[in-house]
């Protein structure tokens, strides 16, 4: 007689699963390494969503500072604006506006305090069709009221100098001048404009430190900018597609253009934020893979405690592969079962932290955009979950399971 098949196999290991054990220390440390990789598993889950919801917070409120598209030479800082054909882009179907900016690093001094930083001049219906004055957190969005110009500042940048909107005390912006003859005498070789502070904005991004907003015209004066931009920023329709238009664009525009979507003008950090995710999944599926190990002992001293039935089994017919199969799905089990527990009080946990905002950021919470921990749950990551324990549970069981043959050889003699 030959007992076959994986049914049998999974039915005596779910037997054994819940069978009373003759030595107590196996259901200890069976109820160990479920506990560990309910934890594990739970704490896997909730890191990663928790970093979905930063990353989502940080890509949105990039989103709400970059233009959809950003259109720059390649070669060279600024372009005429007479020779870009801006009206035939802003005819396009899918376009909702162009805009012609103007941006460079200047020197800002207020009151006694300075520091660089990236003055960027925009039209003035700007802020509204991007979004930046839905971003403000001090002050008002105003860039130009009769002949006075005012500046809005990064969150960052205002802390920095000690900002006071209050206070009638000038931003004083310093740029050189573009025929410059000497540097060491500031009174011919660079421009100087005062710029009135209206607003301060926060992003939680780094262009909380390094920008300031005004009116284009008032950067084409103090940057000698007359009738030129630096880029052409494109705002699209709701339902447009990004990659075809940029690519129309490239098609209309030519090589020398450099025309660029929201996540290729962050390039760099959406590629670090990738890679942290990376890391915080390899360091806690290391974690899983630890607190899995004490598998081995449980599946050990099953083995052991079972040689009586595995002697049965195989002469009445079970081979080998067939008794080495049983103990590693009763390896699996034990992994899936705090694995699945696990997944199960995570998703819990995170969706009470969505509802309720449980958990915050700290003491001093009410001084961000949100004062709790975002989370964003991704299907993804419940599968990437589920497979690397799933992989850990078939190597943990295997290393115990794979000297099953030599009780085999010692009980057929």
């Known amino acids: 007689m030959k007992i076959k098949g994986l049914n049998t196999a999974f039915f005596i290991a779910w037997r054994y699963l819940f069978s009373k054990k003759k030595h107590n220390i196996i259901n200890i440390i069976s109820s160990i390494s479920t506990l560990g990789i309910i934890v594990s598993s739970a704490g896997l889950i909730i890191v990663l969503s928790v970093f979905n919801g930063m990353e989502r917070l940080v890509i949105d409120n990039f989103n709400t500072f970059n233009a959809d598209l950003k259109i720059e030479l390649k070669e060279g800082k600024s372009f005429a604006v007479s020779e870009f054909p801006k009206k035939q882009i802003a005819d396009m179907e899918a376009v909702r506006a162009v805009h012609e900016v103007v941006s460079d690093m200047v020197l800002l001094t207020y009151k006694e305090e300075q520091t660089l930083i ?3 001049g925009v039209e003035a219906n700007y802020g509204t069709d991007n979004n930046i004055d839905s971003i403000m957190i001090d002050g008002d969005y105003l860039l130009q009221q009769d002949s006075l110009h005012y500046g809005i500042i990064g969150a960052i940048a205002a802390g920095n100098i000690r900002l006071n909107l209050r206070s009638i005390e000038p931003f004083k ?66 339902d447009a597609s990004v990659d075809k238009l940029q690519a129309q664009i490239a098609q209309l525009l030519g090589d020398k253009w450099r025309i660029q979507n929201r996540f290729q003008q962050e390039e760099t950090l959406f590629k670090t934020m990738k890679s942290e995710k990376l890391i915080i999944y390899i360091i806690l599926s290391f974690i899983m893979l630890v607190a899995a190990f004490n598998i081995i002992g449980t599946l050990g001293m099953l083995i052991v405690e079972k040689k009586r039935d595995i002697n049965i089994l195989y002469n009445i017919g079970a081979n080998r592969s067939l008794i080495q199969r049983i103990f590693l799905i009763e390896g699996m089990l034990v992994s899936f079962a705090g694995g699945i527990l696990g997944l199960i009080i995570g998703f819990i946990i995170c969706i009470l932290q969505v509802l309720f905002h449980i958990v915050k950021l700290g003491p001093k919470s009410n001084s961000y955009i949100i004062n709790y921990y975002p989370v964003e749950m991704q299907a993804t990551d419940f599968v990437i979950i589920f497979c690397t324990l799933f992989i850990i549970s078939i190597i943990v069981s295997w290393i115990p399971v794979r000297q099953i043959k030599i009780n085999i050889k010692n009980l057929n003699r």
């Open 118 to 120: 990236s003055l960027k």
């Open 173 to 238: 912006l310093y740029y050189p001048k573009r025929n410059r003859k000497n540097l060491s005498n500031t009174a011919t070789s660079f421009e100087t404009q005062l710029l009135q502070p209206a607003g301060v904005f926060m992003t939680c991004t780094e262009y909380d430190e390094h920008y300031l907003f005004c009116s284009i015209d008032f950067v084409r004066t103090l940057m000698d900018y007359d009738g030129e931009c630096t880029s052409m920023e494109v705002l699209l329709q709701p």
